[in-house]
């Protein structure tokens, strides 16, 4: 691989008719594009973590009650499809 690939944000032209290949630098346009994109991703990874949390913790209110109404770890698990999870301190 190229140091000028790891060393500067460029772009690789291929003519795909003569298989001359061409350096550049990125645009304005597309490193504009570039950050959007990132910028997205880590909005979406932590949306994602978020709604992992929450979802993690309704499952453990819910098993919460489930017991505080009586049932045993195995009818909790049976019924919530998940092993009953116990807080840690």
């Excluded at 880590?42 to 017991?67: G, I, V, Y």
């Amino acid at each position: 691989m190229s140091d000028q690939l790891t060393t500067t944000a460029t772009v690789l032209e291929v003519n795909c008719i003569t298989g001359e290949q061409t350096y550049r630098e990125h645009t304005a346009e597309e490193l504009a594009m570039q950050e959007a994109y990132m910028s997205d991703i880590a909005a979406k990874r932590a949306a994602d973590e978020q709604a992992q949390a929450t979802q993690a913790a309704s499952l453990a209110s819910a098993q919460a009650k489930l017991t505080s109404l009586g049932l045993t770890a195995e009818e909790v698990a049976a019924i919530t499809g998940q092993p009953v999870t116990t807080p840690t301190s």
